[in-house]
T-cell receptor
């Protein structure tokens, strides 16, 4: 069964350091999403890609976060510099088309970030 | 106003019993989709079931069914014959808009319900 891959699964870093997360969506899925989930809350969308283009990054803290999906396949999310408040689970998801009410998002295992 | 409300922070159910997890939503769109995801302690969000706003019948997927009451704006998840492996966090989510309205594909999640299945 096709799955969304993410790495690393866990990351511990010190504040002011740079961190990067990688995501490989389900093959053939045009749309890729990065979510942040703070402990005790539901995930919140950071950025959405349609192929290689960003279609929604309204909640991405652009002073420190960046995301790219250069060839429209896998994606990298970067934080520089990391802050204590960035400690959270970072989830990647993909969906087939990005449009329509039946387009289901499938999630990867997530990267759990701890900033010390 | 919250778009997705899950009022039960935690629920307990005995093995083999049925349990209902509540979800209410708020939208002015005519076209929308409702989703339930399961999140075990490992962290992965697992898709369970989907209900479209125009679907006349309640969705079912194995032991999962969705009790969709459009007029009350509720989309409760029913798990039948609970198993120990059902212990997890459960999230209700909504996507507003669709092909006709040209809306985005953003999912809005509730705060989740922690389900514990006991022997």
């Amino acid at each position: 069964e096709a799955e969304v891959a993410q790495s690393p699964r866990y990351k511990i870093t010190e504040k002011s350091q740079a961190v990067a997360f990688w995501c490989d969506p389900i093959s053939g899925h045009a749309t890729l999403y990065w979510y942040r989930q703070i402990l005790g809350q539901g995930p919140e969308l950071l950025v959405q890609f349609q192929d290689e283009s960003v279609v929604d990054d309204s909640q991405l803290p652009k002073d420190r976060f960046s995301a790219e999906r250069l060839k429209g396949v896998d994606s990298t999310l970067k934080i520089q510099p990391a802050e204590l408040g960035d400690s959270a689970m970072y989830l990647c998801a993909s969906s087939e088309t990005g449009t329509g009410v039946t387009d289901t998002q499938y999630f990867g295992p997530g990267t759990r970030l701890t900033v010390l | 106003a919250q778009k997705i409300t899950q009022t039960q922070p935690g629920m307990f159910v005995q093995e083999k019993e049925a349990v209902t997890l509540d979800c209410t939503y708020d939208t002015s769109d005519q076209s929308y989709g409702l989703f339930w995801y399961k999140q075990p302690s490992s962290g992965e969000m697992i898709f369970l079931i989907y209900q479209g706003s125009y679907d006349e019948q309640n969705a079912t997927e194995g032991r999962y069914s969705l009790n969709f009451q459009k007029a009350r704006k509720s989309a409760n998840l029913v798990i039948s014959a609970s198993q120990l492996g059902d212990s997890a966090m459960y999230f209700c989510a909504m996507r507003e808009g669709g092909v006709l309205t040209g809306g985005g594909n953003k999912l809005t999640f509730g705060t989740g319900t922690q389900l514990k299945v006991e022997l």
